[in-house]
Nanobody
């Protein structure tokens, strides 16, 4: 079984930065894709970014492209989400996720992290 443990959330002012971490325990398959979803109050859970474990290819939601960067440290079994130029609309609970798929979508997620709160004040 795979477990995902998230950290790095917090309170930050608009324009600030945060880095989220997702540490993986258990066996990780080379075919897995990992990344983050987020869910704001009153909103549906939405895709943020993902990265393939094997090749490191990335994808981003249009709302965060150019501001967020996802990357991995294979030796530490950890995926990171660097969040820059944060906006109040980025406020949400961020969930790490993993799937045995090419791209990360809610319907194909095999494992979820516990979620970490990101709050951006204006």
């Amino acid at each position: 079984q795979v477990q995902l443990v998230e950290s790095g959330g917090g309170l930050v002012q608009a324009g600030g930065s945060l880095r989220l971490s997702c540490a993986v325990s258990g066996r990780t398959f080379s075919s897995y894709v990992m990344g983050w979803f987020r869910q704001a109050p009153g909103k549906e859970r939405e895709f943020v970014a993902d990265i393939s474990w094997r090749g490191g290819t990335t994808a981003y939601a249009g709302s965060v492209k150019g501001r967020f960067t996802i990357y991995r440290d294979n030796a530490k079994n950890t995926v990171y989400l660097q969040m820059n130029s944060l906006k109040p609309e980025d406020t949400a609970v961020y969930y790490c996720a993993a799937a045995s798929a090419t791209r990360l979508r809610v319907g194909v997620v095999d494992y979820w992290g516990q979620g970490t709160q990101v709050t951006v004040s204006s």
